[in-house]
Each structure stands twice: as structure tokens, then as C-alpha cells.
């Protein structure tokens, strides 16, 4: 995982829900590569995940999400970091570790993560799923 070069965020997510719908495709495709041992299908992904998580505790602060669960999200985003990192290690022959090794943590994390961001941040969507408008 490396920081991202373009700091222009030209492309990054405009919002938490958009960073992490983002954040779970990517981990499907890493998973889903590596399931398949396709390590090539999975190394573009494995750096985009670093982009994503960078840029969720800025847009946790920008929705102000509460002291509490922006905690929360630092940590989870620290852990996910590490874990992505890991398997990034690996697939650069360093020592590191495999997806397998670390997906018990990253859907844990992630799942966490997502109940940290949208406490507060995303409005409840109703049964019907049509989504309660934002207010400004």
C-alpha cells in the first residue's frame, strides 16, 4: 500500500458512504484474485486500498462524525492499513503475510469500520431503501 501520489483527489470519494462501497469492491476483488491465485488481478486493487483509506478519516471529519467514533475509524483504518500492507509485503516477496492469513481482520475491521462511519455520518436508509435526504 502506498500513499497516494496525486493529492489532488480528483478521483477519491466525496463522501463515507462512497469511500467505503469503494473500500468493500476493492477488498472483493483482492479476495476474490487471490482465491483465485491471480496475484495480478489483485496488486492494482491492493494499492488503490490505501488511497480509500487515507482519505476516510479527513472525510469522517468533514461530516463530523462525532470524537468517539472518529476514534474508531482511525483505528480501524490503521488496522486495515497494516493488514493490506501486509499482504502487499508478500506479494512483493518481502516478509509479510497472505490474504488468507488476514481476511479474518479485514472483514472484521471492515465491518466495524462501516458501523463507526454510519452511526452518525449516513442517514438511516428506511426498509424501502429510498434514502433519507441530506440535509446540507
Keep these: 500500500i502506498g500513499s497516494s501520489q496525486n493529492h ?37 486493487p491492493l494499492h488503490e486500498v490505501g488511497a480509500i483509506l487515507e482519505a476516510i478519516p479527513e472525510l469522517a471529519k468533514k461530516e463530523k462524525v462525532s470524537a468517539e467514533h472518529q476514534a474508531a475509524i482511525e483505528t480501524a483504518v490503521n488496522a486495515l492499513m497494516d493488514a493490506f500492507g501486509n499482504i502487499d509485503k508478500t506479494m512483493h516477496g518481502q516478509e509479510g503475510s497472505t490474504y488468507t492469513e488476514e481476511s479474518a481482520t ?17 442517514p438511516a436508509e428506511d426498509v424501502k431503501g429510498e434514502e433519507t435526504p441530506a440535509t446540507p
Design 8 to 44: 489532488g483527489h480528483d478521483h477519491g470519494p466525496e463522501s463515507l458512504k462512497d469511500a467505503l462501497a469503494e473500500l468493500t469492491s476493492l477488498r472483493n476483488t483482492i479476495r476474490d484474485s487471490f482465491a483465485k491465485n491471480d496475484q495480478d488481478a489483485a496488486h492494482g
Design 106 to 122: 479485514i472483514d472484521s475491521t471492515l465491518t466495524t469500520l462501516s458501523t463507526a462511519c454510519a452511526v452518525e455520518s449516513a
